[in-house]
């Protein structure tokens, strides 16, 4: 177990009304700077979506994050996808909304809940809308059984090793997963992530997978001040993806995701075609553990 869920409670539901209104208002200035952002970059608003990166926070605090208007969280480390996944799929429910493809918690939304749970169909019966949960962080293959039943899709593969060991048990499960190939665009040897060189070989080795479904691309911006080095790494994921698209080899059509941009390089990330930015500090505050 990791050592700070000895520490913290992470199946905890329950939030005093200060911090929810904290994490509520950060959420909203986030989405207003997505906004800005695909603005300035001359793109349709919507073309880029906020994922909610829920590393050592509780239930009570993600639910805070989706009450305010996430639609999509990512979480690090299968440890704490076991832990809070039944708490974030009840509590979900209850607003009408669907989260992670494990089985579904019967509720029936109570008196606290009900104007939550009616935003939450989406408008076609009593359909719920679905949030995607992500893990973000790098799996170990002795800890894929732990997410499979619940994650729609892996952000972190960065081999074909990996990737067959995630096919082989999504296919025993009956299941497909989405995957991501985490590619090391800044060369840093403390990031994980495939060599670039060896992206596209790697995404069309995965297309060719059962029981997973590549639908795109992720990188860690470069840790410097530098504007133009960060911009560098994300301009060579973009035409890196565009690459594997217009190769058009069997499983590759569905990758088109771009999943880069943090807290600190959205805003450049967004100007070079991301798709998905993950954050956290920006929406939950300074982790008190890492």
């Given at each position: 177990?990791t050592?700070y869920?000895?520490?913290?409670?992470l199946?905890n539901?329950?939030?005093?009304?200060?911090?929810?209104?904290?994490?509520?208002?950060n959420?909203?200035r986030?989405?207003d700077?997505?906004?800005?952002a695909?603005?300035?970059?001359?793109?349709?608003?919507?073309?880029?979506?906020?994922l909610?990166?829920t590393?050592?926070?509780?239930?009570?605090?993600?639910?805070?994050?989706?009450?305010?208007?996430?639609r999509?969280?990512?979480?690090?480390?299968?440890?704490?996808?076991?832990?809070?996944?039944?708490?974030?799929?009840?509590?979900?429910a209850?607003?009408?909304?669907?989260?992670?493809?494990?089985?579904?918690?019967?509720?029936?939304p109570?008196?606290?809940?009900?104007?939550a749970?009616?935003?939450g169909?989406?408008?076609?019966?009593?359909?719920?809308?679905?949030?995607?949960?992500?893990?973000i962080?790098?799996?170990q293959?002795?800890?894929?059984?732990k997410?499979?039943p619940v994650?729609?899709?892996i952000?972190?593969?960065?081999?074909?090793e990996l990737?067959?060991k995630?096919?082989?048990?999504?296919?025993?499960?009956?299941?497909?997963?989405?995957?991501l190939l985490?590619?090391?665009?800044?060369?840093?040897?403390?990031?994980?992530g495939?060599?670039?060189?060896?992206?596209?070989?790697?995404a069309?080795?995965?297309?060719?997978?059962?029981?997973?479904?590549?639908?795109?691309?992720?990188?860690i911006?470069?840790?410097v001040?530098?504007?133009?080095?960060?911009?560098?790494?994300?301009?060579?994921?973009?035409?890196?993806?565009d690459q594997?698209l217009?190769?058009?080899a069997?499983?590759?059509?569905?990758?088109t995701?771009?999943?880069?941009?943090?807290?600190?390089?959205?805003?450049?990330a967004?100007?070079?075609g991301s798709?998905?930015?993950r954050v956290?500090?920006?929406i939950?505050?300074?982790?008190?553990?890492v």
């Open positions: 177990m050592a869920m000895d520490h913290k409670d199946a539901e329950t939030i005093d009304a200060a911090r929810a209104q904290e994490i509520t208002d959420v909203h986030v989405l700077s997505v906004a800005k695909e603005s300035d970059a001359g793109r349709d608003g919507g073309s880029v979506r906020l909610a990166a590393k050592t926070r509780d239930v009570g605090e993600i639910m805070a994050a989706i009450d305010a208007g996430v999509m969280i990512g979480e690090n480390r299968p440890q704490e996808v076991a832990v809070k996944a039944s708490g974030l799929m009840r509590q979900c209850q607003r009408g909304f669907s989260l992670g493809v494990g089985e579904e918690v019967p509720v029936t109570n008196a606290d809940v009900a104007d749970a009616t935003s169909t989406s408008g076609t019966g009593n359909a719920p809308t679905h949030i995607p949960l992500h893990l962080g790098q799996l293959s002795n800890k894929i059984g997410v499979l994650v729609d899709t952000e972190s593969v960065d081999s074909i990737a067959e995630i096919s082989r048990r999504a296919v025993m499960r009956g299941v497909t997963v989405g995957v985490e590619v090391n665009e800044s060369g840093e040897a403390s990031k994980s495939c060599d670039p060189a060896h992206a596209i070989m790697l069309q080795r995965i297309g060719t997978l059962d029981g997973i479904e590549l639908q795109g691309l992720m990188t911006g470069a840790h001040d530098d504007e133009r080095t960060i911009r560098k790494g994300f301009v060579h994921l973009r035409r890196t993806r594997i217009d190769a058009k069997p499983g590759t059509e569905r990758c995701e771009l999943s880069m941009g943090m807290t600190h390089d959205m805003a450049l967004i100007a070079e798709t998905i930015v956290g500090t920006a939950f505050g300074q982790r008190a553990f």
